[in-house]
């Protein structure tokens, strides 16, 4: 069965690319061939650049991805800055359309990491928002939250959403080095209410193992 990582965030900016690349890393030092998806990708005047780092990421480590270009990588791009229902005047996607492109990919990888757009409440059209791809693409969900004040609420609001929706996730909190506070504001409400957390740069190794297994659950159960 296929293994799918879907990345995504409290919000935009908070570091959905930057953790998909610490992944590939991760995942290809513990021997994986990994790969990259981002199926819609807004704001691309002349160049998807979110769509280009991953491949270029995931190039380095994975020489056989060559053979893909970038429209293969990044499906749909639109170029004003927004929801994709924005950026596409609220017009109807097909999420099969991203099947084929999908299928490219994984012909070249043992696991794919799949990169949103915005946070889980972006609607992409009338009938779909963000948080419908995981289902679609029976990923597990790895969100990726702040640790400015307030990424209590944030992370609590998209773990509710997540757990709501009954999809298998796990998170972690992106701490910057200009972050100031956290230890105290925010943290001690997180390890006092989930015992402990993860933090992406320090625990990039332990998250990429737990992904992989919360994988292997969900791939048995569905079996
Ligand atoms: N831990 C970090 N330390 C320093 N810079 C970071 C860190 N995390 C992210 N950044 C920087 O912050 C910016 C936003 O991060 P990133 O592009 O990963 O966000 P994103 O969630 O993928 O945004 P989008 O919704 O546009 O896809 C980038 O310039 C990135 O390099
Ligand atoms: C352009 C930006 N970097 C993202 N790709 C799209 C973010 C959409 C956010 C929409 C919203 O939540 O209001
Ligand atoms: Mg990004």
């Not at 513990?30 to 691309?44: A, C, F, M, S």
């Amino acid at each position: 069965m296929s293994k799918r990582i879907f990345v995504s965030a409290t919000n935009t900016d908070i570091g959905k690319t930057y953790t998909s690349k610490l992944l590939i890393d991760a995942l290809s030092r513990l021997g994986y061939r990994v790969g990259v998806y981002k199926p819609i990708e807004t704001g691309v005047m002349t160049h998807p650049y979110d769509g280009d780092e991953l491949y270029q990421c995931a190039l380095s480590f994975n020489p056989g991805l060559s053979v893909l270009s970038l429209d293969d990588i990044v499906t749909l791009q639109f170029p004003l800055p927004a929801a994709p229902f924005v950026a596409n005047e609220g017009r109807a996607i097909d999420l099969a359309s991203f099947d084929t492109a999908l299928a490219k990919i994984e012909s070249l990888c043992d696991i794919v990491i799949i990169e949103g757009a915005g946070g889980l409440m972006v609607p992409i059209d009338e009938q779909t928002m963000m948080i419908d791809i995981p289902r679609y693409f029976n990923a597990v969900t790895f969100l990726v939250t702040h640790c400015n004040l307030g990424c209590i609420n944030d992370t609590l609001l998209s773990l509710k959403a997540l757990e709501d929706a009954k999809l298998p996730h796990l998170w972690g909190l992106n701490c910057r080095s200009n972050d100031k506070g956290f230890e105290t504001t925010s943290l001690p409400y997180l390890n006092h209410r989930f015992g402990s957390v993860y933090q992406i740069d320090k625990d990039i190794d332990t998250i990429a193992k737990a992904l992989l297994d919360t994988i292997s659950l969900h791939n048995e159960e569905k079996a």
